[in-house]
């Protein structure tokens, strides 16, 4: 069986990349390009995203699972992953389809924008990841996106020079996604063998693939919806500040989300084998490992984004200080809803309660956005994305509260987050008292990590969970 540690390593040294890669681009693309490029690129992604999500159709979830669950059986893996591709080229089609024509007749604005955006929907028919991540092949899919992803920001750095780059900046980043969905191909026939699919069996997959389709649906509904209500009913500066706010909140939660990335596969495949011990011990360890980072991210970003949003973006951005505090709220939602999603719901096939939750939660996003947005532009949206991740993480709890032990780990999330609170007040008042530039973010960084440092420490010396436990043999051991 693969590496559990290995690959949790793989996958969260490639989420870092991720992490470090806007370091690099965003600072510098957002000073050329302005406020106005950036929204415009953000509102036509966000169109292009929903053909996307059309074309991929819940097979990221629905296939990793499914693979996981059959990888022990050769001809079944064959058999199943021929039919669930076949699946997935056959809407990926007509997706593409349905996207080109509307853009030749109904967009008159932005048109090469829109064409270059529309390399993502093309990439869709070539995204295998869900094979590989089935296997746990997670170092195979992490070597060739790395080279990808840094090659894409050398290419940035060196051609995106004007305001009138924006569609090099567009092509660029659309390039390398079709790039890195197309590489792992070249090592697919290693593992997998291509059987005819009869549709008597590719029948089988298509209802659960929309089951795990309409959540998805769901969640792009308030992921991308925000985007494009703004850029219809207020303007693209303002989609613009709430692109630059919601990557800050996105880069370390990447991170978060590798352990459901990583874990998902695995507790299906123990699922299968009837391990529910074994499955349960994952879960507590996870939680607890991801609401400890998930509760550091929310405070740190909350404490440094007055000082952080003009300093990393400009003085042109500013508005995005409030907005990054404001989205920093739902980090710790977020982070408890995926281990759930990720490590109970998706394993144990509890799709109902995942469709249901994503689909309140978009209602309650689209509500809060029409009343809000038009008064108060991105803030509004900052408020709908805010209730949205709430009501998703409460109505999920609610419904496996009796399954695992939702009431514990809401206890065990009560220091981290009065360490976290400590936390913020001496990391926002430094940025008070200080002048805005660079020497004050630094300092509230060392400050606000040493704090949450000894914060854990102690929590350490006098906690009984399991991963403090575990953390207090490993200090004792080295």
């Given amino acids: 069986m693969p590496s559990l540690r290995r690959n949790i390593v793989y996958q969260f040294l490639y989420e870092l990349l991720i992490v470090f890669i806007p370091l690099f681009t965003i600072p510098y693309v957002s000073r050329v390009l302005g406020a106005e490029n950036i929204g415009l690129f953000s509102y036509t992604y966000a169109v292009a995203n929903y053909f996307v999500l059309f074309a991929n159709l819940g097979i990221k979830n629905y296939g990793s699972r499914t693979i996981a669950m059959v990888r022990n059986n050769k001809e079944e893996l064959n058999r199943n992953f021929s039919e669930i591709l076949s699946i997935h080229i056959i809407f990926s089609i007509i997706v593409i389809f349905v996207y080109l024509v509307l853009l030749f007749f109904f967009v008159e604005d932005n048109l090469v924008i829109f064409l270059i955006q529309s390399i993502y929907v093309f990439a869709a028919v070539f995204d295998i990841n869900w094979f590989f991540f089935g296997i746990e092949k997670f170092k195979l899919t992490v070597g060739r996106n790395t080279l990808v992803k840094i090659l894409s920001v050398f290419l940035v750095l060196v051609f995106v020079k004007t305001q009138t780059d924006l569609w090099i900046y567009a092509l660029i980043l659309a390039l390398s996604v079709f790039v890195g969905q197309s590489v792992v191909w070249f090592a697919l026939k290693q593992y997998v063998s291509w059987r005819r699919p009869s549709w008597a069996n590719m029948k089988q997959h298509i209802r659960p693939l929309f089951v795990l389709f309409l959540p998805i649906l769901a969640l792009s509904l308030y992921k991308y919806m925000d985007k494009i209500m703004l850029g219809s009913i207020s303007s693209n500066v303002q989609v613009g ?48 490992a991801v609401m400890l980072l998930a509760i550091a991210i929310s405070f740190g970003l909350a404490g440094i984004s007055f000082v952080l949003a003009p300093i990393f973006f400009g003085y042109e951005f500013e508005e995005c200080g409030i907005l990054i505090m404001g989205l920093a709220v739902t980090v710790p939602f977020m982070a408890f809803a995926n281990v759930i999603r990720t490590q109970y719901l998706i394993p144990y ?62 206890l065990n999330t009560i220091p981290p987050i009065l360490i976290g609170i400590v936390m913020f007040v001496f990391v926002f008042q430094i940025g008070n008292v200080m002048n805005i530039n660079i020497v004050t973010l630094i300092l509230q960084l060392l400050v606000g990590m040493f704090i949450y440092a000894v914060g854990v420490f102690l929590l350490m010396l006098k906690s009984r969970t399991r991963l403090m436990v575990l953390l207090r043999k490993f200090v004792v051991r080295y």
């Fill in 241 to 288: 500040f709430y692109e630059n706010a919601e990557k800050i909140i996105n880069v370390p939660m990447s991170l978060i989300m590798a352990f459901g990335v990583v874990l998902m596969p695995r507790i299906a495949n123990m699922v299968t084998s009837k391990d529910k011990g074994e499955v349960f011990k994952l879960i507590d360890m996870s939680m607890e």
């Fill in 349 to 410: 096939k509890e799709d109902k309660i995942f469709v249901v939750s994503l689909f309140l939660g978009a209602a309650v996003n689209l509500i809060v956005n029409i009343i809000l947005i038009p008064y108060m532009a991105a803030r509004g949206a900052v408020i709908g994305t805010i209730f949205a991740e709430i009501i998703v993480c409460i109505y999920q709890s609610y419904f496996v509260r009796k399954k695992i032990f939702i009431k514990k780990y809401l």
